[in-house]
Structures are given as C-alpha cells and as structure tokens.
C-alpha cells in the first residue's frame, strides 16, 4: 500500500533535513564529551533524513553514483586484517561512519527523487537562501555576544580569541564555515547580474566575504580566491550568460573589501604578523603545527605504506586530509582519497558544464543551472580545504558534502538526464 506524503509543499522535507544537519544544537546535553557528541550528530541526521523520507512517503532508492562514497570500505577491508590484533571500536566506528553517510544519501536522494523534477527544482534556491540567512544570523549573534553558555550549544569553539573575534558558525571550525558559504557563491554571484533582486544578492555576496574575511583562516583565504578564479574561468569556456558582467562584478568587490578594510577598523595584525614571520624565515604556531604534521604523516605513512601509522591509535590527529589518509592507512588510503575528490570534481564539473549548455539552449530553467554550479564549485573547494583538514569527514562539515553530493546526483537524473529535445518551454528568468 502506498504511503500517503504528510508534506504539502515539496520544499518542507529537504528544509527540515538541511535545518536539522546545520542547526541542531549538538552540544545541548551537558557533560558528555565533545567527540561523542558530534559523533551521534552523523547518527541522528541520517536517520532523520530517514523518517522525514517514511513520512515523505518516498520509496528508499540508491543511485549507482552513490558507491562512491563506498570507497572507504575498500580501504578498510585491504588494511584491517592486517592489524586485526590490534583493532578496536575506533576502527568499527569507521566502518559504520561510511554506512551513515550511505544511509543519508540514499534517504536524501529519494526525498528529492519524490518532491523535486525539472519543473520544480528551481525552487530549491529559495530554500538555500533560508539557510544562508539563518548562518550569517548566526554568525552576527556570535560578533555581538562572544562566548555565551546558550551559542555554546551550537558551537564549542571559541569566538573572543587573542588575535579578536573570529565566528565559527554552526560548524564548529571556521575553514568548516568558509567551506559551507562556498557553496553560494555561485548563486549570490550570478543572481547579482542576471535576477530582479539583483542588490539583495550584492549585499548577501558581501556579508559572506565579510565572514570569510572575520575567520581568520589561511586557507579560506587561499581557497576562496582560487574558487573565485576557477568560477569565472568555468563560466568562461562553458559559454555562461552573464560571464562578462560576472568579471566586472569582481572588481567590484575588490574593491568593496578593500573599503571594508580601510574603514572598518577590522584588526588584521595576525596576517601582517603571520607575513612578517614568513620574511624572517619562522612561522606561527598554526604553520608550525602543520609543517610538524606533515613531516610526521609522510614519515609515517611511507615507513607503514601497507597498512599505516600504529600511532593512529594513540590520538594522533593530522590536518590534512591527502596526508591523514596516507598517515592511517598508507600508500592505498592516499590513492583512495585522491580518487574519491577527484571523481567528486569531476562528477559536478561534467554535471555543471552540462547543466550551463542546457541553460543557453533554454532546455531546463537558469536556476537548476545555478545549482549544479553550486555543487561543483563546492566539490572544487573541498579539495582546497582538504590541505588543511579532513572537512569530508569532520562533524557537520562532512554530512554536508553529503547533501552536495545527493544534490549533484540528483539534479543529472532529473534535471538534465531526463531532458528531452522538445522540453524548451521549462525556463525561468
């Protein structure tokens, strides 16, 4: 018998598992540790995503792209034996941790697969703006109040640090934050040329720089201005309507932010030191700190090619994810995870191109283009953002990739796989 959908509007059950997955206060129940915390986060999303699809009324269905995520698995099954002395609930953990993110796809997939077609996807802008808003909301209260006990229930990381307030967000690491509005780039980008809300998406544009500017994180730095770079150089040789006006646009907000820095009183004294210290051939501690762990995982992970660093056990944490890989699970977790972000890049990148081609030929509407945009340009900055952590597998940061993930998947098979010749009239401004 066929379930009956309890949702009216086919925006609420994707709303409701993005809202849970960014805004539920994981550190809510005092007194339980940090890491058990977030750990219970990846259950307790993937298993909502799982109800909100029973009352969806959704029929539970796994894309064949899906097994990419399965990768780990092989990994897994290629070094555990080989230590299986010493294997504990570290180790197991791992192993469902893959299984959670697959359980999550799957459920969010078939959410989408059920509410969403090339008609309708366009909407789910709308639903992004929402969550856009609610973070840089988030982020504004942080600046105003610092470190309360009721902010603390979203974020246990410091806000007031020496070198000033640097706003995490709900995603605990800024670089984690910086990762998350990378993905709206696209869409704040072209919306401001190409919409009728052209100045309320400048503005949001620019509180979302100004974040990324307040984190304080060289690699956001570095990442985003590489992801800026690449977006108008894909836009370019894609045949993008808009790109000419997009170029002028990042003069314009060179500018804007040099203002904002000029005026704003903004303390950048951790950059100027940072730079000074780099001249005089020393580093910070953040550099310092990186420079040790590479040593350490390379050392490492070459001397255990086969099968990894035993000093993984001990708690030993490396803040790269290509260098992490290689540090816990030798020479074939570097290769794994280097094909896993490589076919992530290129999956949204041929869906992305594709997606624009359709766009010109008003074969689908403008703004399910601006999604697949979305999702590859995120897919480009998860491999910046891997140099300096494992963000595909870290607290909420890693749920996200997820849902980009899902969301590639699904706006190929139904917005762009499923396009026929004759469907032109599916447009939208």
């Not at 977030?38 to 539970?60: E, P, S, T």
């Not at 100004?210 to 894609?238: C, D, E, H, P, R």
């Not at 949204?348 to 081609?357: D, F, T």
Request: glycine residues 6%.
């Amino acid at each position: 018998m066929q379930r009956i959908n309890v949702f009216r509007s086919a925006l609420m059950p994707v709303a409701l598992i993005l809202l849970f997955l960014c805004y539920w206060p994981t550190y809510i129940v005092p007194g339980l540790p940090v890491d058990a915390l977030q750990k219970a986060h990846y259950v307790m999303v993937a298993l909502f995503a799982v109800l909100i699809g029973w009352l969806n009324g959704a029929r539970l269905v796994m894309p064949k792209l899906a097994l990419l995520y399965l990768l780990p698995l092989a990994v897994y099954l290629l070094v555990f034996p080989q230590i299986l002395a010493v294997t504990t609930f570290f180790h197991v953990g791992l192993i469902l941790k893959v299984f959670t993110f697959s359980l999550f796809i799957v459920a969010l997939y078939s959410v989408l697969r059920k509410s969403f077609n090339v008609d309708n996807t366009p909407s789910l802008t709308r639903l992004f703006y929402l969550i856009l808003l609610l973070q840089l909301m988030f982020v504004a209260l942080q600046l105003v109040f610092g470190d309360t006990t009721w902010l603390g229930w979203w974020n246990h990381k410091e806000v007031v640090t020496p070198w000033g307030k640097r706003a995490p967000g709900t995603f605990d690491w800024v670089y984690s934050t910086c990762y998350f509005l990378t993905f709206f780039i696209p869409m704040l980008l072209l919306n401001s040329v190409r919409s009728r809300y052209k100045f309320f998406n400048a503005i949001l544009l620019g509180a979302v720089m100004i974040v990324i500017l307040l984190s304080q994180s060289k690699t956001g730095y570095l990442a985003t201005v590489l992801v800026f770079l690449y977006l108008l150089i894909f836009m370019w040789f894609s045949g993008a309507v808009g790109a000419g006006r997009i170029a002028l646009l990042y003069l314009l907000m060179a500018v804007f932010l040099l203002l904002v820095l000029l005026y704003s009183g903004i303390e950048l004294e951790y950059i100027s030191n940072f730079i000074d210290m780099v001249t005089r051939g020393s580093t910070d501690g953040s550099t310092y700190t990186r420079l040790y762990q590479t040593k350490l995982a390379v050392g490492e992970g070459l001397a255990y090619w086969f099968r990894g660093s035993p000093d993984v056990l001990r708690g030993v944490v490396i803040e790269n994810a290509y260098l992490d890989y290689l540090f816990r699970y030798g020479i074939w977790g570097l290769v794994q995870y280097l094909l896993f972000i490589g076919l992530l890049v290129l999956l949204s990148g041929m869906v992305a191109y594709r997606a624009v081609q359709q766009s010109n030929a008003k074969l689908i509407p403008a703004q399910t283009a601006v999604i697949a945009l979305c999702c590859h340009i995120s897919m480009v900055a998860l491999a910046f953002y891997s140099l300096s952590a494992a963000t595909a597998d870290a607290y909420k940061s890693s749920m996200w990739t997820c849902f980009v993930f899902t969301l590639t998947i699904f706006v190929y098979h139904y917005a762009l796989k499923s396009v026929q010749p004759d469907s032109g009239q599916n447009t939208c401004g």
